[in-house]
């Protein structure tokens, strides 16, 4: 304000100063026009002048400011109805977040007469429209915008949502691909694409879906019980790494599995492996490259997948090819001990049980989390082979405090057999399972449901490779079977 009053005061001394030098100038203008003859002087002439100016320029701008009125009125109304419209908008979609169906419909049929934005405004309305279980209303709303190319792709993504609440899974597969066609790179169609996909038992069509949610997290590595937890800014990154890592792993086997018999990665029946329904052991011939190139991704994803390990292992076997067998079998093993890879060990080592267990001592880690479970499995393997002493040594290399139900159990039954047997011990040692935390069995992540044997979907809650090898969460000691231990006894052929 200062600064334009110091401008003002300028300009009138500058005018001031012109006006004084104007007059003090001599001269005479003398104008003669139709007989008529007119004198003034050359100061007064040039201020007439310049007034006449001023006042063409007043009335001209009055002259466009009357011509102009009405186009004014209307873009100041045209300002107030899009200001008033976006105001509903942004109520209608706080009202969605809020979980208020009828204040988002009002809403929304309020932004529809104020703003000529179909696109915002439709998808106000499919939104306010699914919110109040209008599905009919929210379909056509949505299908509305799959005729705009800024709205296609949310278009037929709500389309797809529709559909999987409508329990017509076909129509949200072909929606969720109609999106994913538009963005490929986009994360939420293809996780539709890949769930969909599996759900049909698809799995090479799950694939493709899969690799692109992949590029949105940091490489897919499935943490092993020993791999340090992450930091917590790198926490969500991570948990989702380990999701798609678990996907891939899943996939991955279960494409495997189609190309082998069903009697593979079954538990083992001596030094053959048996077919359901089948006289002897049957082997089979050389498996195909591609099978095994699977099963070793899904290893590489997630080292901890022991039932891949065992069906690869099998594979090996029947090809008549051991080392590579071993070589897959011992990797799994310092991963995720289980007794299963235990026995998949001793054939492929064709050894005795007192080499066998010598062996298995090699690949026991000597810290970690998994250390005491290996010297768990390994002591089960020694006492099944009759090495009462050596398993022994090795339950009391396990501090009481870590010991889990299974191990108190392996030495409830080590005190039970012998020449002396305790009896007193073996019922402490039982006492002692009932207190102990549960071994690990397979879990549902989402509904934290148990299996017996792990599945491409969970039973509860129907979510694709869900499942996990993991001690129980959310159960207390009792609550578990003490007899269903799937760590000491080869699980059944997991589906």
Known sequence: MFIRLVWLILLVLVAGALASWLASQPGMLQLEWLGYQLEMRTSLAVALVVVLGLIVIFADRLLRGLLDLPGLLGRNLARRRAAQGHRALALGMIAVSAGEPAEARRQASRAQ??????????????????????????????????GNADTAFLGHIGLARLALEDDRSDDALAEAQKALSLRPKSALAARQVMVLQAERGNWDAAL????????NVPTPQMKTPNTKAPNTKAGADDEDAQVIARHRAALNFLLAREG?????????????????????????????????????TALAAWPAFWPAAILLADI?????????AVKSLEVAFRAMPHVAIATRLQ???????????????????????????????????????????????????????????ATWRLAAQLAESGDNPDPAAANKALRMAGEAPRPRRWQCTSCQQLHDRWQAHCAGCAGFATLDWRRQDGLSPLVSNSNADDRLAAPPRPD
């Not at 090996?316 to 590579?324: C, M, N, V």
């Not at 080592?349 to 290996?374: C, I, Q, Y």
């Open 208 to 215: 493709p879906a899969l690799n692109v949610m992949a590029l």
């Open 347 to 405: 054939t492929a080592w064709n050894s005795n049980e007192g080499e066998t267990v010598a062996r298995l001592l090699k690949l026991v880690a000597a810290s970690g989390d998994t250390a005491h479970e290996a010297r768990s499995v390994v002591a089960a393997v020694a006492l099944a082979h009759g090495l009462t002493g050596e398993a022994g040594r090795l339950i009391g290399e396990i501090p009481d405090a870590e010991r889990d139900a």
């Open 113 to 146: 007469r104020l703003l000529s934005a179909p696109q915002l405004t439709d998808l106000l309305s499919a939104q306010a429209a699914n919110l109040s279980g209008d599905h009919r209303a929210a379909g056509r709303y949505f299908t509305s915008l799959t």
């Open 260 to 296: 082998v018999p069903e009697f593979m990665g079954a538990e083992s029946t001596g030094g053959g492996f048996m077919e359901t329904g089948s006289s002897g052991p049957v082997h089979s011939s050389t498996a195909h490259s591609s099978t095994v190139n699977q099963l070793q």
């Open 316 to 324: 090996h076997l029947a090809a008549a090819a051991p080392r590579k």
